[in-house]
C-alpha cells in the first residue's frame, strides 16, 4: 500500500502539479476510489487512516522533491500536527502559521461548531511548498459505530465558519448542530456577542433558569446538555478576551463543544435567534445508488476519478503483477 501510494502520487504531482493532488484528496470519489486502489474496501471507515497513514509513509524523503508534505494522523499523531508543519515551514522556508491555524481550526469547527454526534479521532493536514493546503479528518460515532470523514481544500475556504467543507461523507444523515450553515449566520452573531458582550453572571443565571424549562422532544439540544457550574471559568476568559466575531470565539483555547451548545441554547431560547440544525453531510460512503437513493451517483466525476487513478497506475513504476492487482481492484471498483 505505501508502495503503490507512493507511485501514484509521483505520477499524478509530475502530470499535474501538487496542487492537484490536494485537489484529488478533498473530493470524497476520489479518495475513495485511490483508497480501494490500495487494498480497502469501500464501506470500512479503516479506508481513511489506512490511506493517509500509506501516503506520509510512502512520501517520506520525497516531500522536498515533490513540494507535498503530510502531518498529523490518526490518535496521538493527529496532536504532533502543529509541530510536524512548523518543522517543514523551517526547513523550506515557508510560514507555518497561517497553516497552524487551518489546522486548528478545521478541527475545531468538526469538534464544536458542527455537532453531529461523531468524535474526531484523526486529522491529517496535507500541504505544499506554496502554502497550500487541504485537510482529511475523521470522527467515530460509538453508539451506532458508523464513522463520518470530513473533506476540506484551502484553495476553496473563505471563511472558516461558513459552509467551509468540500464535502462530508457518512452513512448516515441526521440531525446536527450546524453552526457553520449558511443559515446559522444570525445565530452566529448573536453567540459572538453574548460571550464577548453580555456579564458572565448574566449568562450564567439565563443558563440556570433555561435549565427548569421543559423543552419539547423536538428540541436537538436538551437542558442535560447545560452545566453551568463547569461554564463559569470559560465564559469570564471570553468575555475577558472580547473576541470579535464568530470565528474567534470558537478559535479561543477552553471554548469547546460545551461551551459552544449553552451559547446556541441562550442565542435561541432568550433572544429567539436559533441555529441551524441541518446535518452538513452530502455523500454517502456508497457514493449514492443506481436507484436514486440516497441520491443518484454522479456518474461524470465517478469515471473520471476511476480514469485519472488507471492513468496515473500505468505512468508508475510497479511491476507488472503490482500494476495488474490495482488495475483488476480499480476494475472492482467501477464494476460497482
Known amino acids: 500500500m505505501v508502495k503503490l501510494a507512493r507511485q501514484i502520487t509521483i505520477a499524478i504531482v509530475a502530470d499535474f502539479g501538487a496542487e492537484e493532488m490536494l485537489r484529488r484528496l478533498s473530493h470524497p470519489y476520489w479518495f475513495q476510489a485511490f483508497g ?33 508534505f503530510v502531518a498529523g494522523g490518526k490518535g496521538r499523531a493527529s496532536r504532533q500536527t502543529p509541530s510536524e508543519i512548523e518543522n517543514w515551514g523551517n ?57 463520518r ?9 473563505t471563511d472558516f465558519v ?3 467543507h468540500s464535502a462530508i461523507l457518512s452513512e448516515a444523515k441526521g440531525q446536527a448542530l450546524n453552526l457553520v450553515a449558511g443559515e446559522s449566520d444570525p445565530a ?16 450564567l443565571a439565563e443558563l440556570k433558569r433555561i435549565k427548569t ?47 459552544i451548545r449553552a451559547l446556541s441554547l441562550i442565542s435561541e431560547l432568550v433572544y429567539g435567534v436559533a441555529p441551524s440544525y441541518r446535518d452538513p453531510v452530502r455523500y454517502s460512503f456508497a457514493h449514492g445508488g443506481k436507484d436514486g437513493i440516497p441520491y443518484p451517483v454522479d ?23 503490482e500494476k495488474n492487482e490495482a488495475l483488476n481492484r ?3 471498483v467501477r464494476m460497482r
Request: with cysteine; aromatic share 8%.
Open 299 to 321: 456518474r461524470k466525476t465517478y469515471d473520471q476519478s476511476i480514469e485519472l487513478l488507471t492513468k496515473a497506475i500505468n505512468k508508475t513504476k510497479l511491476g507488472i503483477r
Open 91 to 147: 526547513l523550506i522556508s515557508l510560514d507555518a502559521l497561517p497553516l497552524v491555524y487551518a489546522s486548528r481550526m478545521s478541527a475545531k469547527v468538526d469538534s464544536s461548531a458542527i455537532q453531529d454526534g461523531y468524535q474526531l479521532y484523526h486529522h491529517a493536514f496535507l500541504f505544499t511548498s506554496r502554502g497550500s493546503w487541504a485537510v482529511i479528518q475523521q470522527g467515530m460515532n460509538e453508539a451506532a459505530r458508523y464513522a
Open 330 to 332: 480499480l476494475n472492482r
Open 36 to 68: 480501494c486502489i490500495l487494498g480497502y474496501d469501500w464501506h470500512s471507515s479503516g479506508v481513511t487512516t489506512t490511506l493517509c497513514g500509506a501516503l506520509k509513509e510512502g512520501l517520506k524523503g520525497l516531500e522536498t522533491d515533490l513540494g507535498l
Open 162 to 164: 461558513n459552509e467551509p
Open 188 to 203: 452566529r452573531t448573536i453567540i459572538a456577542d453574548i460571550a464577548a458582550n453580555e456579564k458572565p453572571q448574566n449568562i
Open 149 to 157: 470523514r470530513y473533506h476540506w481544500l484551502g484553495e476553496k475556504v
Open 213 to 259: 424549562l421543559d423543552l419539547p422532544p423536538r428540541h436537538y439540544l436538551t437542558v442535560q446538555d447545560l452545566h453551568p457550574e463547569s461554564l463559569s471559568k470559560i465564559l469570564l476568559s471570553t468575555y475577558d478576551r472580547q473576541p470579535q466575531g464568530f470565528e474567534q470565539l470558537l478559535g479561543l483555547r477552553g471554548v469547546g463543544p460545551k461551551t
